[in-house]
């Protein structure tokens, strides 16, 4: 069965360092998510990703953040600058279709972020 | 602002007994409501999801949900628990958002299940 995959499963940075997060989605999927879990907390939304071009985006997704999709197969979330309060789990994830809020995200395994 | 909540942190459930994973919800429209399963270094799995129609949702391992719009709830159950049920579990609602053509979604905290032998 496909899966969303995604490298590192664990980043370690100092605070202020670029980070890029990489995802490769599922290879027939055309919607593109990155969200965050602070350990503890709920799962957040940070960017959509259809078409080349940011869909909608939350409040956390500031002008600090980035996604591309540099080719045809992975998905990056980049982090210009780092904050201690960015370490968090990010999670990938990729639908075959927008179905205006009604469709199934497939969920990547997280890349754990640690900034010191 | 929409909102989920999941009451219980952990839920402890006897193997072979029925479990019930509570969930609630506040938006403003239609909810689109969902439920992922997050086995440790694993990423989110989806479980169910409910967008119309009848309001018993029937989905992956056993698990099944049941919409109820009076109540705003979208509680997860299974008849009968197995220890391989044990993880954990997140409820998701999307909803359009009021200021137009936005269906961000909104997690709840999750809720531990374990199933004990």
């Known amino acids: 069965e496909p899966e969303v995959t995604q490298t590192p499963s664990h980043q370690v940075t100092q605070m202020g360092q670029e980070v890029i997060l990489r995802c490769v989605p599922i290879?027939?999927?055309?919607?593109f998510y990155w969200y965050r879990q602070i350990l503890g907390q709920k799962v957040e939304f940070l960017v959509s990703?259809?078409?080349?071009?940011?869909?909608?985006k939350s409040e956390i997704f500031d002008d600090q953040f980035s996604v591309e999709r540099p080719d045809g197969s992975n998905f990056t979330l980049k982090i210009r600058s780092t904050k201690l309060e960015d370490s968090a789990m990010y999670f990938c994830?990729?639908?075959?279709?927008?179905?205006?809020?009604?469709?199934?995200?497939?969920f990547g395994p997280g890349t754990r972020l640690t900034v010191l | 602002a929409q909102s989920v909540a999941q009451p219980e942190d952990q839920v402890n459930v006897a193997e072979g007994n029925p479990l019930t994973v509570k969930c609630t919800y506040s938006?403003?429209?239609?909810?689109?409501l969902f439920w992922y399963v997050q086995y440790p270094n694993r990423g989110l799995q989806f479980l169910l999801k409910?967008?119309?129609?009848?309001?018993l949702v029937k989905g992956s391992y056993g698990f099944e949900a049941e919409f109820n719009k009076s109540q705003t709830s979208f509680h997860l159950k299974k008849p009968s628990a197995l220890v391989s049920d044990s993880a954990l579990y997140f409820c998701?609602?999307?909803?359009?958002?009021?200021?137009?053509?936005?269906?961000?979604?909104?997690f709840g905290r999750g809720t531990s299940l374990i199933v004990h032998p």
């Open positions: 994830a990729s639908s075959p279709e927008g179905s205006g809020g009604s469709d199934t995200q497939y």
């Open positions: 290879s027939n999927h055309l919607y």
């Open positions: 409910y967008i119309t129609g009848d309001n």
């Open positions: 998701a609602v999307r909803a359009l958002h009021a200021s137009g053509g936005s269906y961000i979604p909104t």
């Open positions: 990703f259809y078409n080349n071009e940011i869909s909608e």
């Open positions: 938006v403003s429209g239609n909810p689109y």
